[in-house]
């Protein structure tokens, strides 16, 4: 059975890719801070047949990510494929952005993807295989007035895992990065569903795009995904 840890799985694209590897036989990982809707979806989960376990943790801890990474371990045996798909954002004039919102974004978007890729390498290099798929930004390619803190993250969460991709497929670990559009999630705390995000991409569309990486063959690399709604200006 092939393993996976989702970063974010407690709300937005995590808990729908979550849901989707599960159906498909993939046995689920589930990270993220808020435990009570970790429990919620482990359950929903294993109500349908799936196989899962959770662990409550902020991905900027490195202590707590080593932790986490070890008793999936103990759990499943094995990591065939990490999913780092958990991130913040702040959409500020430089003037209001302050050092709190440089750490939190930084520390969930770039030192988070660090630390779960650092933590998972060396048992996907003992067995020689891995994917690591990062859901990453369309901004990882243009910026936009007010986001120049949420564009730094992920240009550098951007530069980090294509550098990374050279690293290490040389032991057959291959590094897949999808930089989505407008997505209606609970990103910056606002609610799925409202009217003006008729027209934007679903998680479902994410966890799509996710799950195609996941089942190609080994033998294709697929570097990166770019999706955009269809009304979307970029
Ligand atoms: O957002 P949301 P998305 N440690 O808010 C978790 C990118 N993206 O699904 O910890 C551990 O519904 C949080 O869980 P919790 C975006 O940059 C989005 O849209 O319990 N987990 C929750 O499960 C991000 O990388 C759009 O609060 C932490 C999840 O992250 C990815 O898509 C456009 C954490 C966020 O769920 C998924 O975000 C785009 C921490 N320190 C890129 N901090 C878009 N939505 O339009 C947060 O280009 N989480």
Redesign the pocket.
């Known amino acids: 059975m092939k393993t996976a840890i989702i ?9 729908e890719v979550a849901i989707k590897l599960a159906r498909e036989g993939v046995a689920v990982a589930l ?4 435990l009570t ?2 429990q919620a979806l482990d359950a929903e989960i294993k109500i349908q047949g799936g196989k899962a376990i959770h662990w409550a ?4 801890e490195e202590h707590n990510v080593q932790r986490a990474v070890h008793h999936v371990l103990q759990e499943f045996g094995h990591i065939d494929i990490l999913i780092n ?5 702040t959409f500020k004039p430089i003037e209001e952005t302050s050092m709190g919102d440089w750490d ?1 974004v930084m ?3 770039v030192k ?1 993807t660090f630390l779960l890729t650092k933590a998972v390498l060396p048992s996907m290099r003992e067995k020689r295989s891995g994917l690591i798929i990062s ?5 990882s390619r243009r910026t936009f007035a007010n986001g120049s803190l ?1 564009c730094a993250s ?1 240009f550098a969460q951007d530069a980090f895992l294509s550098a990374i991709r050279k690293e290490v497929r040389k032991d057959n670990i291959r590094v897949s990065t999808i ?10 705390g606002s609610p799925v569903g409202n009217p003006e995000k008729t027209n ?2 679903k ?1 479902t569309d ?1 966890a799509n795009a996710i799950s195609y990486i996941v089942h190609s063959p080994d033998h294709v690399v697929i570097d990166e995904l770019m999706l955009h709604p269809s009304h979307q200006d970029y």
């Open positions: 970063t974010g799985a407690s709300r937005g694209i995590g808990r990270f993220a801070r808020s809707e970790l943790l902020d991905i900027s798909n958990a991130g913040i954002g939190s520390n969930t978007n988070g859901v990453a930004s369309d901004v949420y992920k930089m989505p559009g407008l997505v209606d999630t609970f990103f910056h934007w991409l998680s994410i």
